[in-house]
């Protein structure tokens, strides 16, 4: 009974998938990198909720996109679980005017098999754009599988572009990973409905069992991103410093405890 229930909810999210409010944006040092696993970010789970991991965590993500102080990125999430049932809570706030974003995410993950995984997400999204507010609800659906050194990931999200109100947007979010220390390579590729797709490829090397240095590029618009990892016991500091071809640049700063 357990895999046609599964079934059912898969249908459900796919045919009553409810309007949300934003699209799919890269944000943290995995966000950006494409990086998942043990030394990934708190919040990875944005990117797919089969990703959550095993043990407890809790973190914050600050970033100032582009230069511009009304473009700041604010994330708290927390995440708990074991090898059955994980669960993990996201807070987060983009930029202020004129449009100001605002999310609220609960997901779930569970096992389907040995080595592959489940996730759903539920969204409140509210957003106020001019002085005019849209709350809405969504879903996003993921899978995660794992083999040793190796793993994959799909998910599809769900956002709606706040220009375009009558419009359900999907994102398919799909990647790999190569992990075997004291190298770990990773890909990751993002397809908008209507909209851009685009792809990053990305290596992390550790240097030592504190630190651990990345690099990664986005294919699509040759956006480069450099990240360092500190790792303490429980503590962990990341830092990634991102160079678009056009735009300004700008720094993602991560903090977070694991135990």
């Known amino acids: 009974m357990r895999r046609p229930g599964c079934l059912l ?10 309007h949300a409010f934003f699209l799919y944006a890269d ?3 995995s966000g950006l990198t494409g990086r998942w696993g043990p030394r990934a970010s708190a919040a990875v789970f944005r990117d797919n909720p089969s990703l959550l991991g095993k043990k407890r965590r809790l973190g914050a993500l600050y970033a100032k996109k582009y230069g511009f102080d009304e473009l700041a990125l604010k994330t708290l999430a927390c995440s708990f679980g074991s090898e059955g049932l994980r669960w993990g809570i996201l807070v987060r706030q983009f930029q202020s005017k004129p449009l100001q974003e605002n999310e609220a995410l ?6 389907l098999a040995e080595g592959f995984r489940g996730g759903i997400s539920v969204k409140c999204l509210y957003g106020i754009l001019l002085g005019e507010s849209f709350p809405a609800f969504s ?3 993921g899978f995660a599988w794992t083999h040793g050194c190796l793993g994959a990931h799909v998910s599809l999200l ?5 220009m375009v109100r009558e419009e359900i947007a999907h994102t398919i979010v799909a990647g790999a990973a190569y992990r075997k220390a004291p190298l770990h390579l990773f890909i990751k590729g993002v397809s908008q409905q209507d909209g851009v797709s685009y792809g990053v490829i990305s290596f992390f090397y550790d240097l030592t069992t504190l630190l651990s240095m990345g690099y990664g590029v986005n294919t699509g ?3 480069h991103r450099c990240v360092v990892d500190i790792t303490h016991g429980p503590f962990s500091l990341e830092l990634a410093y991102v160079v678009p071809r056009i735009l300004n640049h700008y720094v993602s700063t991560e903090v977070s405890v694991t135990w």
């Open 221 to 223: 618009n040759g956006e």
């Open 106 to 111: 609960l997901a779930l993950s569970y096992p």
């Open 27 to 29: 944000e943290g040092a």
């Open 158 to 162: 769900n956002g709606e572009h706040p």
């Open 139 to 141: 879903w996003d659906l």
């Open 9 to 18: 909810v898969w249908i459900l999210f796919l045919v009553f998938s409810a």
